[in-house]
């Protein structure tokens, strides 16, 4: 399945680039994603991972990778450990954490008082959906303010915010009773433009999972087209970054030549 193939791959390239630079942002997840796929690999590593680790997740992020791995699959991948967030948690200083968290304040804020704790000997973080740039801001003053960015090896956009249920079957993660909420008469345009937001970051995420820039057609005018142009927007704004590695394209050229048009019908 993609989705637990970039997963596995979020949980074991720590274990092959532990000498990337530290801090690196932006997509990491994604491009790992694509390559698992592109390699056709989707399953377990042949031999278990030697570098033992834990692995921290909220309530929302819990709920992505429950369908996907078992215990023993996530033993296999080095994880020895796995925990919620909001739970009482004990420090094991000489192992290494990955955070697979909501973007959220309160998730910055534990981030931030772990790394300055010393809970984990160092702390990789990703994110379901991309971390606002006020919130990477908050992480980064407090990690300087206790004196712990060290503590922080990577921060990166995992572009994994939707539950697969099944090999083709997936929902948004956290969004609950959204038909309701967009048509509501009482909904206001904030609600129901955050809504619309929720679904396009979903959206956008099995995009990068299956490494496909896709042809978007809506219904003009609801919150169909609303959803339709936000991620025509974020792709083509990642797909102009000459950063982003959102997609595993063979080159820039074959990104900005993928058929990513946006037909309102």
Same mark, same amino acid.
């Given at each position: 399945?993609?989705?637990?193939?970039?997963?596995?791959?979020?949980?074991? $390239?720590?274990?092959?680039?532990?000498?990337?630079?530290?801090?690196?942002?932006?997509?990491?997840?994604?491009?790992?994603?694509?390559?698992?796929?592109?390699?056709?690999?989707?399953?377990?590593?042949?031999?278990?991972?030697?570098?033992?680790?834990?692995?921290?997740?909220?309530?929302?992020?819990?709920?992505?990778?429950?369908?996907?791995?078992?215990?023993?699959?996530?033993?296999?991948?080095?994880?020895?450990?796995?925990?919620?967030? $909001?739970?009482?948690?004990?420090?094991?200083?000489?192992?290494?954490?990955?955070?697979?968290?909501?973007?959220?304040?309160?998730?910055?804020?534990?981030?931030?008082?772990?790394?300055?704790?010393?809970?984990?000997?160092?702390?990789?973080?990703?994110?379901?959906?991309?971390?606002?740039?006020?919130?990477?801001?908050?992480?980064?003053?407090?990690?300087?303010?206790?004196?712990?960015?060290?503590?922080?090896?990577?921060?990166?956009?995992?572009?994994?915010?939707?539950?697969?249920?099944?090999?083709?079957?997936?929902?948004?993660?956290?969004?609950?009773?959204?038909? &309701?909420?967009?048509?509501?008469?009482?909904?206001? $345009?904030?609600?129901?433009?955050?809504?619309?937001?929720?679904?396009?970051?979903?959206?956008?995420?099995?995009?990068?999972?299956?490494?496909?820039?896709?042809?978007?057609?809506?219904?003009?005018?609801?919150?169909?087209?609303?959803?339709?142009?936000?991620?025509?927007?974020?792709?083509?704004?990642?797909? &102009?970054?000459?950063?982003?590695?959102?997609?595993? &394209?063979?080159?820039? $050229?074959?990104?900005?030549?993928?058929?990513?048009?946006?037909?309102?019908?």
């Amino acid at each position: 399945m993609p989705r637990a193939a970039a997963f596995i791959r979020l949980l074991t $390239e720590r274990d092959e680039d532990a000498g990337d630079e530290a801090g690196s942002s932006g997509g990491a997840g994604a491009a790992a994603a694509a390559g698992v796929l592109a390699a056709g690999d989707v399953s377990l590593p042949m031999a278990w991972s030697h570098d033992w680790k834990v692995l921290i997740y909220d309530t929302a992020t819990r709920a992505i990778v429950s369908p996907l791995l078992t215990v023993q699959e996530l033993h296999a991948c080095g994880v020895t450990l796995h925990m919620a967030l $909001e739970s009482p948690r004990d420090s094991i200083p000489d192992v290494a954490a990955i955070y697979f968290l909501s973007p959220t304040a309160v998730a910055i804020r534990m981030l931030v008082d772990d790394a300055a704790a010393g809970r984990y000997r160092d702390l990789c973080c990703y994110f379901a959906t991309p971390l606002p740039h006020s919130l990477m801001e908050t992480l980064a003053l407090g990690c300087v303010q206790h004196a712990c960015v060290p503590r922080i090896s990577r921060i990166a956009d995992a572009f994994m915010a939707f539950v697969a249920l099944q090999p083709r079957l997936f929902t948004a993660a956290g969004l609950t009773n959204s038909f &309701a909420a967009f048509a509501s008469p009482s909904a206001t $345009e904030e609600e129901v433009t955050a809504y619309a937001a929720n679904v396009a970051h979903a959206l956008i995420s099995v995009c990068a999972t299956v490494g496909v820039v896709p042809l978007i057609v809506a219904p003009p005018g609801g919150p169909a087209e609303m959803v339709a142009r936000m991620v025509d927007q974020s792709l083509r704004d990642h797909l &102009a970054s000459p950063t982003a590695s959102m997609f595993n &394209a063979a080159s820039p $050229e074959e990104a900005h030549a993928s058929p990513l048009v946006s037909q309102l019908l």
